[in-house]
């Protein structure tokens, strides 16, 4: 990357001041006619100020905007009014203007940098919150997706962090049912990964090893000469968005669903890794239904045991073994649970792992209130705050955003499946000690961090 461009991406205390005044603004008004509306009884148009925040939010662009999209997805982060509204946000980024393109290109690329491509162009295909997507065409005639970061987003990074701590903080000072200090520290490590587009160049490379064997499961080829630390270049993949089949027959619907299925899932129980961003913009469909994923910014890797401790769980609530229940959760980081804790998790991981349990064909779920899970997750969330409230592992956040991202997918496409036993198939045989050697030397292969 230039000198320029270092320029353009440093953390500068101006920065920083300028993102603190207009994210305080904003994240700050919702604290505090939350905490009016529980304390002081003033009533709130919830769903009016909910707009407002995503417009605001929309228009800062960044991580915030991110992180509001993923509080939607965990139960009782935010009130339904804002965890609808807020699931918008990654979706209807607004784009960003040519002349910022082209200052930005040539930030990357140097100044001929149009001379690099047979054609670029200036509307972007699509926009999200770190970045925006330019279609273009290679001399060699292959279609190009040119994915441009933002600039100073590592300001907007630890600017917009800052902040959710002191959300966090006021949430929990009026509700303890779910302690959050974990949920900010694996939060502050995935959006900061995500700002790192050599990292996310090789994510996108171990996911094309992974996946080598789906035939129904594409991943984009990254172009090394055209990418940087914030440009990633790679193979543009034609698809039409999911939800464009959700009134297609039966066996389109269930095909997809499949596909999206072992998308996910088979690097998990193979690799232990997961793709942490079920969002509906990071994959769309061919014309055969097989499934493009276009986006690997948001990649976790699990230590062996901690996929062990997702099986355990599962057999222990099929056998209902109450000690290998408990083991499964101190494997994934819960400490000190009493009975009654582990009484309310379970009533979430009976949720979680109601698909899984019955050896038939059946719909994922129900949809309350627009959110996935959200009944299930205020019965969890008055029991927790009943027993004294948990601290929730770091691990948990995107496997539990994961399932529910995905659940919503199938509902979405109305897929009936025997869920059963396509787990079933892909966990048989499952050996943490196997898992453990092939992780490594795969990541290892990829230049991936192992992070445990």
């Not at 609808?84 to 960003?96: D, E, K, R, Y």
């Not at 917009?160 to 006021?170: A, E, H, M, T, V």
């Amino acid at each position: 990357m230039s000198e320029k461009s270092d320029n353009l991406e440093k953390n500068t205390l101006g920065g920083r001041l300028a993102r603190y005044g207009r994210v305080s603004g904003t994240m700050a008004g919702l604290a505090a006619r939350l905490a009016g509306e529980k304390y002081l009884g003033i009533k709130i148009e919830r769903e009016e100020h909910a707009h407002k925040l995503v417009e605001s939010l929309g228009n800062l662009k960044g991580p915030l905007m991110k992180v509001g999209q993923i509080l939607a997805t965990i139960p009782e982060a935010l009130p339904p009014e804002y965890a609808q509204t807020f699931q918008q946000l990654q979706s209807n980024a607004p784009p960003m203007g040519w002349l910022f393109v082209r200052r930005r290109m040539k930030a990357e690329l140097g100044p001929d940098w149009e001379k690099k491509f047979k054609s670029f162009e200036k509307e972007a295909a699509a926009a999200a919150s770190l970045g925006q997507v330019h279609k273009a065409i290679a001399h060699d005639d292959r279609l190009l997706a040119c994915k441009l970061q933002y600039p100073d987003m590592q300001s907007a990074i630890d600017a917009d962090l800052n902040q959710l701590k002191i959300i966090f903080s006021i949430y929990e000072r009026y509700d303890k049912a779910i302690q959050t200090s974990h949920i900010h520290q694996e939060l502050s490590e995935r959006l900061k990964e995500e700002l790192d587009y050599h990292l996310e160049a090789r994510h996108c490379r171990l996911y094309s090893h992974m996946l080598a064997n789906e035939k129904n499961v594409h991943v984009p080829e990254v172009i090394e000469e055209l990418s940087t630390a914030r440009l990633l270049t790679s193979t543009w993949l034609d698809g039409e968005k999911i939800l464009n089949f959700r009134e297609a027959d039966t066996k389109t619907r269930n095909a997809i669903a499949l596909n999206m299925f072992r998308a996910w899932y088979v690097p998990l129980y193979n690799y232990g890794v997961i793709h942490g961003d079920p969002h509906l913009g990071n994959y769309t469909v061919r014309k055969d239904l097989t499934i493009n994923l276009l986006d690997f910014g948001c990649i976790r890797v699990f230590p062996p045991k901690f996929v062990g401790g997702v099986i355990n769980l599962y057999k222990a609530l099929m056998t209902g073994n109450n000690d290998l229940a408990v083991h499964a959760y101190e494997t994934w980081g819960f400490k000190g649970l009493t009975k009654e804790q582990i009484e309310t998790l379970n009533i979430w991981a009976n949720f979680l792992y109601g698909p899984v349990m019955e050896d038939t064909i059946r719909p994922i779920g129900e949809v309350t209130n627009g959110i996935y899970g959200r009944e299930t997750a205020e019965i969890v969330h008055k029991k927790l705050r009943e027993v004294g409230g948990v601290k929730v592992p770091r691990e948990f956040v995107f496997m539990d955003r994961a399932a529910l991202g995905l659940g919503s997918v199938f509902l979405h496409l109305k897929a009936e499946i025997n869920w059963y036993r396509l787990f079933n198939e892909l966990i048989e045989g499952f050996d943490e000690e196997k898992m453990g050697k092939v992780q490594k030397e795969t990541l290892k292969k990829f230049s991936i961090p192992l992070r445990h």
